[in-house]
């Protein structure tokens, strides 16, 4: 069993930066990747990012690149994003996951098997 609590999120104006937080408990930290996804209202959740279990690999969307860096410090158990030039459009809420075995990098929700409860970013235009 894996307890993933976000923290971070908050009111910025567009252009402006934040970093996420996710603090894992419950399993070896270096043993899973990790990813973050976000679900606007009224939207699908989608992928943000991922990273490999020793923090070597990392994935992103699109959209994300160039603008958003997931790391991870596996001597604190947690996982970061720090997001930069934001935009309206991100405004969603941010979760973490874990990937389940074999499904680091992935963008389907369906590889991660355990889940934050999110954390709430909202970019003011």
């Known amino acids: 069993q894996v307890q993933l609590v976000e923290s971070g999120g908050g009111l910025v104006q567009a252009g402006g930066s934040l970093r996420l937080s996710c603090a894992a408990s419950?399993?070896?930290?270096?043993?899973?990747?990790m990813a973050w996804f976000r679900q606007a209202p009224g939207k699908e959740r989608e992928f943000v990012a991922a990273i490999s279990r020793s923090g070597f690999d990392t994935y992103y969307a699109d959209s994300m690149k160039g603008r958003f860096t997931i790391s991870r410090d596996n001597a604190k158990n947690t996982v970061y994003l720090q997001m930069s030039s934001l935009k309206p459009e991100d405004t969603a809420v941010y979760y973490c996951?874990?990937?389940?075995?074999?499904?680091?990098?992935?963008?389907?929700?369906?590889?991660?098997?355990?889940w934050g409860k999110g954390t709430l970013v909202t970019v003011s235009s």
């Open positions: 996951a874990t990937a389940k075995l074999g499904y680091t990098g992935s963008r389907l929700s369906s590889a991660y098997d355990y």
């Open positions: 419950g399993r070896t930290f270096s043993s899973y990747g």
